[in-house]
């Protein structure tokens, strides 16, 4: 799918959300990456097979919101 060179990180490696930025809505909290991966303002994302990877933002931050 990645047309880029070097190419972008294909969906199934761990530093997929590296590619880059196919088309995006900041409305909607949402980025196409041109692996396609759906990567979402959580930081969760949708796989282009249909797997689903829950939010992972750092627990450092989830705890400052929270106190």
Known sequence: MCQHQPPCPPAEATDREA???AAQQPAQG???LCNGVL???DTGELLP???IVEPHRPLSNVMRAAA
């Open 39 to 41: 990567l979402f303002e």
């Open 49 to 51: 097979d249909g797997r």
């Open 19 to 21: 590619a880059r930025a």
């Open 30 to 32: 949402w980025t196409l």
